[in-house]
């Protein structure tokens, strides 16, 4: 582990120490480690136009808007290759919150966003996407004469 020194103004730092303590932190390393990681966890989700990852798309939307239920399930639909699971939740007789596990390329998963998230009566929502890598490895079951290979598919978390 490397040590290091930083200046900050005193105003700053206390509004640092202020979040630290809002957030349950017990020491500033771990603050400002986490503060790094998620910089340049979002510079990286910025830049990459060709990554993987997952995502969770959280939307809250007025499910009397004409045919907007209609259009939400669809794009899911459409976009069945990236959703992994819906959760529904009434809020109150007319509002629902949407919450949307994703897996897939970067780019798709925030054009599927950017699409549900403009749709008229959708009034709330946000993507929260963490870039992974995909691992493909050859897989196969049984004896050599009857048994069958295949690929495995899985996503490995970036940190």
Same mark, same amino acid.
Request: charged share 30%.
């Given at each position: 582990?490397?040590?290091?020194?930083? +200046?900050?103004?005193?105003?700053?730092?206390?509004?640092?120490?202020?979040?630290? %303590?809002?957030?349950?932190?017990?020491?500033? $390393?771990?603050?400002?480690?986490?503060?790094?990681?998620?910089? =340049?966890?979002? !510079?990286?989700?910025? %830049?990459? !136009?060709?990554?993987?990852?997952? *995502?969770?798309?959280?939307?809250?939307?007025?499910? %009397?808007?004409?045919?907007? *239920? +209609?259009? =939400?399930? $669809?794009?899911?639909? %459409?976009?069945?290759?990236?959703?992994? +699971?819906?959760?529904?939740?009434?809020?109150?007789?007319?509002?629902?919150?949407? +919450?949307?596990?994703?897996?897939?390329? =970067?780019?798709?998963?925030?054009?599927? *966003?950017?699409?549900?998230?403009a749709q008229p009566g959708v009034r709330h929502?946000?993507?929260?996407?963490?870039p992974g890598e995909l691992h493909v490895e *050859?897989?196969?079951?049984?004896?050599?004469?009857?048994?069958?290979?295949?690929?495995?598919?899985?996503?490995?978390? !970036?940190?």
């Amino acid at each position: 582990m490397t040590r290091v020194t930083v +200046s900050i103004e005193d105003d700053l730092m206390e509004a640092f120490d202020a979040f630290l %303590e809002h957030r349950g932190y017990t020491n500033r $390393s771990e603050g400002f480690r986490d503060l790094i990681r998620e910089k =340049l966890q979002n !510079t990286k989700l910025d %830049e990459d !136009t060709c990554g993987v990852g997952i *995502a969770v798309l959280n939307y809250v939307y007025d499910h %009397e808007e004409r045919m907007l *239920a +209609s259009r =939400l399930m $669809s794009a899911q639909h %459409e976009h069945h290759d990236l959703t992994v +699971s819906t959760v529904h939740f009434h809020i109150d007789h007319d509002t629902c919150l949407e +919450s949307v596990t994703l897996r897939g390329k =970067l780019a798709d998963i925030r054009r599927f *966003a950017d699409q549900v998230l403009a749709q008229p009566g959708v009034r709330h929502g946000q993507l929260y996407s963490v870039p992974g890598e995909l691992h493909v490895e *050859a897989h196969h079951h049984g004896d050599d004469d009857h048994g069958h290979a295949h690929r495995h598919e899985h996503l490995k978390i !970036t940190t």
